[in-house]
């Protein structure tokens, strides 16, 4: 008999603090970032992620007024990831796609990028199709930039795709890579770093109509919410104020 | 499941794996041969001569595979001298940057699998090559390495099969091994279920293969060990 109380006391016990896990778990929204986008998203001393995607990340949830919890999740696995729910929106400085939007809804944009080549400071670098002709560029994989070489550059370069951008300035640095093409923005806050000073931008800007988005899971109705946050804070100036910390002009 | 895209991406899954077969063939055929005079320094009985093989292969055990990959393509490249020297051509590129870092790491291994089978040998056999004198070079080529061998044939197994799957790994440097290419494959469909899926069939397929023919090595050289059948 005893042990028949203990055992049911301690089922409860479990049943109650289970429980009150997944009630919790249901009121916390769980956003993704890379964590390898600076200024965007990066990992700062102490381990926390941070940047610009992190502080909109953050605005958004004040105005939402929920509890928000940031986790990091390697690139090419942020989609998957999000799908199987382990998370619940991608606040990651991810472009709107075609492909993509098969296969997550996503908010308004947030901010606007293009793409542009760099390469070393001072060497001539012609890029246009004619003058990449056997040149070694690299790219992030699964990013605009990657599968804009795949598709009009696969039989004129030699492609070199990379977890991270990180490791792509790692090799243009060893020299490995003639030249790299990656998104405008993150591309100017490394030229500005002690490792990018070697480097430059190579051409004009293209691509242009990037749009970056937050990435919802298909017909979550997060995304309304996520939508009137954003336009909350486009009014009342908190962008503006992220905006200018980060960067000198407007992005949006 | 989505079996067109498996269909449609198979043939460059297969590319993948023979980058996958080169890398697990190329680094253990020199890893082995590496290994042979690593694993007979390691098992001598002189400090000195035992002293640096043990640090080797405590290095090479003792760390994972991937710190070493990344030492030896981004770590290397970082001095100035390497980027000017005669290899630059070899270590610029990822394949050999690849294969170099997996042959110190499973020429590290198999030392350590000959040495414990060297050890294993009873000692009436080396005795017995003593009593009938023969010098040391004859004992270890006619009877202390075959027999050595038969014993690792197993184990030596047991290694080709933790590189083939080590090999993986290669895909963070930019190689399209069959990592490589799922990983490159999956940014373009989405679809990780599948494509990871067909990938883990290939690999699955290509440890088989390997477990046949170490099956079959084993059979023909142990064929002695074998009870005599009625």
Known sequence: ?252 | MDFEVIVEYFPRLLEGAWTTIQLVLVSGIVGSLMAVPIGLARHSGVFWIRALPYCYIFFFRGTPLLVQIFLVYYGVSQFEAVRESMFWPYLREPYWCAIIAFCLNTSAYTAEILRGALAAIPKGEVEASKVLGMRKSLMYRRVLLPRAFGMIVPAYGNEIILMLKGSALASTITLLDLTGMARTIIARTYTPIEIFLSAGVIYLALSMLVIWVFRWVERRHNEYLRPIEN
Do not use: H
């Not at chain 1, 492609?159 to 060893?174: E, G, P, S």
């Not at chain 1, 899971?217 to 309304?224: E, F, I, M, Q, S």
């Open chain 1, 1 to 252: 008999m005893k042990i028949n109380k203990t055992l049911i006391a301690t089922l409860s016990l479990t049943a109650i603090a289970l429980s009150s896990t997944v009630a919790q778990a249901s009121d916390k929204i769980r956003i993704a970032t890379e964590g390898a986008w600076a200024p965007f998203n990066f990992i700062d001393a102490s381990g926390q992620p941070q940047g610009f995607d992190v502080d909109i990340a953050n605005a958004l949830c004040e105005k939402m007024k929920v509890e928000c919890e940031i986790v990091t999740q390697d690139w090419d696995g942020l989609i998957p990831a999000l799908k199987v729910k382990k998370f619940d929106a991608i606040v990651a400085s991810m472009s709107i796609t075609k492909e993509r939007m098969k296969q997550v809804d996503f908010s308004d944009p947030y901010y606007s990028g293009g793409l542009r080549y760099l390469a070393a400071k001072g060497k001539p670098f012609d890029t246009s199709k004619a003058g990449l002709k056997g040149k070694v560029i690299g790219a992030q994989r699964a990013t605009v930039a990657g599968l804009y070489l795949e598709d009009n550059l696969a039989d004129v370069v030699e492609i070199k795709l990379y977890d991270n951008n990180d490791a792509v300035y790692l090799d243009l640095q060893a020299g490995r890579l003639d030249g790299a093409l990656s998104d405008e923005l993150p591309t100017f806050n490394w030229l500005k770093s002690d490792a990018g000073k070697g480097f430059e931008f190579k051409g004009q800007a293209f691509a242009k109509d990037d749009k970056i988005g937050i990435a919802v899971r298909k017909g979550d109705k997060l995304r309304a919410k996520l939508n009137k946050a954003l336009n909350k804070i486009l009014n009342d100036g908190t962008y503006e104020k992220i905006n200018a910390k980060y960067f000198p002009f407007s992005i949006y």
